[in-house]
């Protein structure tokens, strides 16, 4: 099993499920809808499903909601066999907003739960100067609520690096999961090791550097020697990172290319490689100072 709790090691298995605290399985990998339309994403979507997929990330931010749920209606899966991820944007910030986001996103997607509910990106400090921890706690809360009301089985951040982690580890019910930018060159190392130690689940968005890593000489040398993809070994660098990888494609070839990672295995020194990439491909934005509308 890919198991994110504490301290574990993850062994190379044919089970694609990560653990999160309140003991969901996560399917791995998941289906990202970022950028593509509702028309699109519900064909999208019912084509990620019909391929195994198990997992559909979406987010208000996305504008696809509504597409997200009639693909899922037009699977024959049931509801409980597939995990449905939406976020707050920051135009839903304090309690009473995160609540009525939580509600239209719910109401967009045709369901009454959400299987993961994520607070989409920080409130920091450019944008708050004095309140920013404050406004995080008070998100928080409604997202507490939100779980204890059933209508979310497990809550979660988007890109909260330590310093904004902080002030929610000192609440009643703590971030299950982390939601980061994560792929060769972008770890986000202390974050990364934070998480791991208060046992918050990772998951990996743009694991292929949103297509920036496609042509990376070192990578198609790894992906040569295992017949694979660079892709594909993007994706299984997070898995055994112990990251969870959302990655999206609209073509229906490269959807299942993405989800055949389960053959292979790199090797510690692969490992080493990639890690050593470390700044080569750096993050697109940062938390600490971007401000997003
Ligand atoms: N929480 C956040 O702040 C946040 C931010 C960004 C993304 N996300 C989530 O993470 C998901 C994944 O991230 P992402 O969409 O930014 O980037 P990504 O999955 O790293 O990359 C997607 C890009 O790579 C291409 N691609 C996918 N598979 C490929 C393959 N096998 N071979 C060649 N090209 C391939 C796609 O093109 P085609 O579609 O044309 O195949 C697309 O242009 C998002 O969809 C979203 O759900 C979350």
Redesign the pocket.
């Known amino acids: 099993m890919l198991s994110a709790r504490k301290g574990e090691k993850m062994a190379y298995s044919n089970e694609k499920y990560f653990m999160i605290s309140n003991r969901d399985k996560v399917p791995a990998p998941g289906y990202?809808?970022?950028?593509i339309d509702n028309e699109t994403t519900r064909k999208a979507v019912k084509e990620a499903l019909d391929l195994g997929y198990r997992h559909i990330?979406?987010?208000a931010f996305?504008q696809n909601e509504e597409g997200v749920g009639q693909g899922l209606k037009d699977s024959a899966l049931r509801r409980e066999d597939v995990f449905v991820v939406s976020?707050a944007w920051n135009d839903h910030r304090g309690y009473d907003k995160v609540k009525q986001a939580c509600q239209n996103s719910l109401e967009k997607l045709g369901l009454d739960y959400l299987d993961l509910y994520?607070l989409?990106?920080p409130a920091n400090a450019v944008e708050y100067p004095d309140t920013w921890s404050e406004v995080n706690q008070d998100s928080w809360r409604a997202m507490i609520d939100l779980y204890k009301e059933g209508k979310v089985k497990a809550i979660g951040v988007?890109?909260f690096l330590p310093d904004q982690l902080d002030p929610l580890m000192k609440m009643e019910i703590v971030p299950m999961v982390n939601?980061i930018?994560f792929?060769p060159g972008c770890t986000w190392p202390d974050t990364y090791a934070y998480c791991k130690k208060h046992g918050i689940l990772i998951e990996a968005?743009?694991?292929?550097?949103?297509?920036r890593l496609?042509q990376d000489p070192d990578l198609m040398a790894i992906a040569l020697g295992h017949h694979k993809?660079i892709?594909q070994v993007c994706i299984r660098y997070a898995l055994q990172k112990n990251v969870l990888p959302?990655?999206?494609?609209?073509?229906p070839e490269?959807m299942r290319?993405?989800f055949d990672v389960f053959d292979f295995e790199l090797s510690d020194h692969e490992m080493e490689i990639i890690d050593n990439f470390e700044g080569k491909y750096p993050a697109s934005r940062d938390p600490r100072t971007t401000v997003l509308k």
């Open positions: 990202g809808t970022y950028l990330d979406t987010a996305y976020k994520l989409h990106w988007s890109n939601q930018e792929h968005w743009s694991p292929l550097g949103r297509g496609l993809s892709a959302l990655v999206k494609s609209s073509h490269r290319e993405n």
